[in-house]
């Protein structure tokens, strides 16, 4: 029983080490996390994707 639990407790870590400080980018005033830096990131590449990408037309309407 030790065993699967062992092996639960490996799936359901987290895929990075939290047991750290954070990294941090600095420009001048500004600090931000490298974490929060990738989900601006991604928020910005999910909003020019859906600003560039063409709508569905519909059929048959005008």
């Known amino acids: ?11 359901l870590a987290a895929p990075v080490d939290l047991n750290h400080t954070g990294h ?15 989900v601006v990131g991604l928020m910005v590449l999910v909003f020019v994707a859906a600003v560039l990408l063409p709508f569905p037309k519909g059929r048959g309407r005008r």
Do not use: F
């Open 24 to 38: 941090y980018v600095h420009w001048g005033v500004v600090q931000i996390s490298v974490a929060n830096l990738v």
């Open 1 to 11: 029983m030790a065993m699967a639990a062992a092996s639960a407790e490996r799936v």
